[in-house]
Structure formats: structure tokens, C-alpha cells
């Protein structure tokens, strides 16, 4: 088993509280088994796990076909199991105040009232389409996953049921096959037209290693992390109130841009083509066009900077991507950019800060190695609050395998 702990660095008032919480694996697994006892009168059988994740950098490129760079990070979710010899599911949610809730295999439909059983329900649909071989389970379920961060704990959930589901009934099924019906559910059943990214890291990661993804043709290659590489994330506890419209707008002006491009996707469409073609295109779909195809190079050139351990490199190509994001996709915040600003400052040439995620709020990220942690964060929640009025939670993460199943 995995012997990675979970840690959390986190604010105090307007300071970065040095105490780190700190919770191993095995106390995780030991709530987990107790409750599951309590619920269910007998022992889970098996306990698996799924991390959340952290885009390094290719935001807005995964639906246009294009690379993104995320790394699984030391949060996650964790479910305990047991089969059942019927169809129906029970699942405990200790993170929603132990709520239990129970459906039938044969009969799985939306929940208005418990929202976060959709995320079950739909991977199971999507798992019966393609491995219909099993019968019902009794769950218990805990995540770490920060709310509201952006680090994609819905994605964890998925699959994390998914492999707790084909370790109890010995389902052949693979990393990407988990992912692909993690991202099917979402889609389909929760109703989030999410790109394939968050699944896909959360079930094939790697180890102190960031993976570089072709959102088309779903090949992966691995960065290597050192490991004192620190990735640090930044919540600037903004809300993304836009980000759903704003996300459909932003996905419909690619489309547009590819469309008068002549191509079916941006990822068709290099630099040049581009260029060429700037008189004939409305400038707000130049711009949303010329960020999709610069980003996927910036992504790709990311992956050779951090197996050469670059940081000057890595600093410039994220400073880039966020500029990018800030002038031609128009998704940052005066918030998100004061964070990376200040985090640019302090950083110089021994790391990068850009935003990461959807935008409109929501986290910025940073690489740097762990011998300057210290003095990023010394002000940084200080200098936030001063420029913002807001406080920033700050985590420090490293890259973790993606799931497996841990006892």
C-alpha cells in the first residue's frame, strides 16, 4: 500500500499558519472500516482510492482537442466496499453529514435532493453499458479533496467508484476505460460538459511525475518531477459565479473560429494558419483561437522543461500561459492576477505561477522547488488580503500515482 500522507498548509486569520495538518493513509482506511461496520453490521472487503488533480498548464485546450499538463495531487477521495447478493446500492457519504442513500441497478435515476449521488449513479450507468457483470455494494465514502478549489473531487468520486466496483465483482477494467466512463457521467448524467483531463489524470497519475495528455488521441507521456519540487496551490477564494456561461461562450467562439478556419478543431489549425487568416476573423475569435493553439505548444514545450528541470523555462512558459489566459481568453480575475503577480515576484526565475482551471476564480498554481517555499509563503496571504481584501488558502501538494486500490 501507498504510504504517501496528505498534507494541508492553510491560513490563520491574515497569516500562512506554519502547523501542517497531517492525516496518513491508515487513519483514513481505520475511520473508513469502523464506519462501515457501524453502518452495515459487517466488514468492507475492499478500500480504494482516487486522487484530485492540478492543471501545471493547457487550459481551454482539452475540449479543442489539444495537450494538457496535470499531476494527481495528495488529495483525493477513498470509498469502502462490500458486494451485496442483490441489486441495490447503499452509499454513505461521510463528508455530507453521513448521509446514507440507497437505489436499485434497475432503476437509477437523477436525485434532485442528494446531489452528490449522481456522481455514483452515473458511473455506474456508464459501467453497466460496458461491464454489466456486477450486482449492488454497500459503500462508504470520505474525501479530502478541498470544496470549492477547484481540484476536481468530482472527478475522484467517479472513479473511485468505478474501481471499487470492479475490484469487488473482478471487472477487467483499465485505467482509461475508468476514465472514459468517469468523464461519461459527467456529461451525460450529472449534466457538466467536462473534457476528458480530470478523469484521466485521476486515474492513470503518476508518482513525482506530471503527465502530458493528447486530449484527442488520448496518448500519454510522463514529466518527470524531482522531488524536491513543490507544487503549491493557491485558492483566491473567489467564486466562479461565470463560470458555466462563460465556459458554453468561450467553447462556442472556438468552435466558430475552427469552423471559419475550415477545420473541425483548433488542434488542426498551427500558428501560421492562424496568423494568415487574422483579417478574416472577428478579433475576439482570434484571440480565443490564438490562446488554444499557442497554449498547446507552451504545454508540450512544459513537458521537455520539466524532465530538463528548467525553471527559468518553466517560469517564462507559465507567465505566458497566464498572460494568454488574461488578454486573449479574457477567463482571469484582478484577484487571480494579483495572486500571480505576487507570486511571480517572489519567485523570480526559480518558478512559475499562472492561473489554472476554468477561470473566473478559483486557483492559481506555482512550481518551485521546496528550499523557496519558505519564502513565498512568508507574506503571501498578507500581501493578498492587503491588494484584495480577501484571504488565500493556500496548499502544498506533490504528484501521487493515480487510483488503485489499497486494501
Given at each position: 500500500m501507498n504510504?504517501?500522507?496528505?498534507?494541508?498548509?492553510?491560513?490563520?486569520?491574515?497569516?500562512?499558519?506554519?502547523?501542517?495538518?497531517?492525516?496518513?493513509?491508515?487513519?483514513?482506511?481505520?475511520?473508513?472500516?469502523?464506519?462501515f461496520v457501524e453502518h452495515f453490521g459487517y466488514a468492507a472487503t475492499q478500500i480504494s482510492h482516487a486522487p484530485g488533480r492540478v492543471n501545471l498548464i493547457g487550459d481551454h485546450t482539452d475540449y479543442n482537442g489539444g495537450f494538457v499538463?496535470?499531476?494527481?495531487?495528495?488529495?483525493?477521495?477513498?470509498?469502502?466496499?462490500?458486494?451485496?447478493?442483490?441489486r441495490t446500492i447503499n452509499v454513505v457519504a461521510l463528508d455530507c453529514d453521513g448521509e446514507r442513500i440507497s437505489f436499485s441497478l434497475d432503476d437509477i435515476a437523477f436525485d434532485k435532493v442528494s446531489s452528490w449521488s449522481n456522481y455514483v449513479r452515473g458511473s455506474l450507468i456508464a459501467l453497466a453499458k460496458a461491464l454489466p457483470d456486477f450486482g449492488g455494494a454497500d459503500l462508504v465514502v470520505k474525501g479530502n479533496v478541498p470544496r470549492g478549489a477547484g481540484l476536481s473531487s468530482s472527478a475522484s468520486f467517479e472513479v473511485v467508484t468505478l474501481k471499487t466496483m470492479a475490484a469487488l465483482y473482478d471487472l477487467p477494467l483499465s485505467g482509461v476505460q475508468a476514465a472514459l466512463m468517469g468523464q461519461q457521467a459527467e456529461n451525460e448524467f450529472v449534466g457538466c460538459n467536462c473534457g476528458i483531463m480530470d478523469q484521466m489524470i485521476s486515474a492513470m497519475g503518476k508518482q513525482h511525475n506530471a503527465m502530458l495528455l493528447d486530449c484527442r488521441s488520448l496518448d500519454i507521456q510522463y514529466a518527470r518531477m524531482p522531488e524536491d519540487l513543490a507544487i503549491i496551490i493557491v485558492n483566491s477564494n473567489v467564486k466562479r459565479g461565470l463560470v458555466d456561461s462563460e465556459y458554453n461562450t468561450r467553447r462556442k467562439q472556438c468552435e466558430?473560429?475552427?469552423?471559419?478556419?475550415?477545420?473541425?478543431?483548433?488542434?488542426?489549425?498551427?500558428?501560421?494558419?492562424?496568423?494568415?487568416?487574422?483579417?478574416?476573423?472577428?478579433?475576439i475569435l482570434y484571440r480565443r483561437a490564438h490562446h488554444v493553439i499557442s497554449e498547446s505548444l507552451r504545454t508540450c514545450d512544459m513537458l521537455a522543461a520539466l524532465n530538463r528541470h528548467d525553471m527559468a523555462q518553466i517560469s517564462t512558459l507559465m507567465a505566458e500561459s497566464h498572460d494568454s489566459l488574461k488578454n486573449d481568453f479574457e477567463v482571469t480575475t484582478s484577484?487571480?492576477?494579483?495572486?500571480?503577480?505576487?507570486?511571480?515576484?517572489?519567485?523570480?526565475?526559480?518558478?512559475?505561477?499562472?492561473?489554472?482551471?476554468?477561470?473566473f476564480g478559483g486557483c492559481v498554481v506555482a512550481l518551485t522547488e521546496r528550499s523557496h517555499v519558505d519564502n513565498v509563503l512568508a507574506t503571501l496571504a498578507e500581501d493578498y488580503h492587503a491588494a484584495t481584501g480577501l484571504k488565500a488558502d493556500v496548499y502544498l501538494c506533490h504528484a501521487v500515482d493515480g487510483a488503485f486500490v489499497a486494501v
Amino acid at each position: 500500500m501507498n504510504q504517501d500522507t496528505l498534507n494541508l498548509t492553510h491560513n490563520s486569520n491574515d497569516d500562512i499558519n506554519a502547523m501542517s495538518q497531517t492525516v496518513a493513509q491508515s487513519d483514513i482506511i481505520a475511520l473508513l472500516e469502523q464506519t462501515f461496520v457501524e453502518h452495515f453490521g459487517y466488514a468492507a472487503t475492499q478500500i480504494s482510492h482516487a486522487p484530485g488533480r492540478v492543471n501545471l498548464i493547457g487550459d481551454h485546450t482539452d475540449y479543442n482537442g489539444g495537450f494538457v499538463l496535470p499531476a494527481a495531487i495528495n488529495f483525493g477521495t477513498w470509498m469502502a466496499g462490500k458486494a451485496r447478493n442483490d441489486r441495490t446500492i447503499n452509499v454513505v457519504a461521510l463528508d455530507c453529514d453521513g448521509e446514507r442513500i440507497s437505489f436499485s441497478l434497475d432503476d437509477i435515476a437523477f436525485d434532485k435532493v442528494s446531489s452528490w449521488s449522481n456522481y455514483v449513479r452515473g458511473s455506474l450507468i456508464a459501467l453497466a453499458k460496458a461491464l454489466p457483470d456486477f450486482g449492488g455494494a454497500d459503500l462508504v465514502v470520505k474525501g479530502n479533496v478541498p470544496r470549492g478549489a477547484g481540484l476536481s473531487s468530482s472527478a475522484s468520486f467517479e472513479v473511485v467508484t468505478l474501481k471499487t466496483m470492479a475490484a469487488l465483482y473482478d471487472l477487467p477494467l483499465s485505467g482509461v476505460q475508468a476514465a472514459l466512463m468517469g468523464q461519461q457521467a459527467e456529461n451525460e448524467f450529472v449534466g457538466c460538459n467536462c473534457g476528458i483531463m480530470d478523469q484521466m489524470i485521476s486515474a492513470m497519475g503518476k508518482q513525482h511525475n506530471a503527465m502530458l495528455l493528447d486530449c484527442r488521441s488520448l496518448d500519454i507521456q510522463y514529466a518527470r518531477m524531482p522531488e524536491d519540487l513543490a507544487i503549491i496551490i493557491v485558492n483566491s477564494n473567489v467564486k466562479r459565479g461565470l463560470v458555466d456561461s462563460e465556459y458554453n461562450t468561450r467553447r462556442k467562439q472556438c468552435e466558430q473560429a475552427a469552423a471559419l478556419l475550415g477545420k473541425t478543431s483548433l488542434r488542426d489549425v498551427t500558428l501560421a494558419e492562424l496568423n494568415a487568416a487574422k483579417a478574416d476573423l472577428e478579433p475576439i475569435l482570434y484571440r480565443r483561437a490564438h490562446h488554444v493553439i499557442s497554449e498547446s505548444l507552451r504545454t508540450c514545450d512544459m513537458l521537455a522543461a520539466l524532465n530538463r528541470h528548467d525553471m527559468a523555462q518553466i517560469s517564462t512558459l507559465m507567465a505566458e500561459s497566464h498572460d494568454s489566459l488574461k488578454n486573449d481568453f479574457e477567463v482571469t480575475t484582478s484577484q487571480l492576477d494579483i495572486l500571480v503577480s505576487l507570486l511571480a515576484d517572489k519567485l523570480g526565475e526559480y518558478g512559475g505561477a499562472r492561473m489554472t482551471g476554468g477561470g473566473f476564480g478559483g486557483c492559481v498554481v506555482a512550481l518551485t522547488e521546496r528550499s523557496h517555499v519558505d519564502n513565498v509563503l512568508a507574506t503571501l496571504a498578507e500581501d493578498y488580503h492587503a491588494a484584495t481584501g480577501l484571504k488565500a488558502d493556500v496548499y502544498l501538494c506533490h504528484a501521487v500515482d493515480g487510483a488503485f486500490v489499497a486494501v
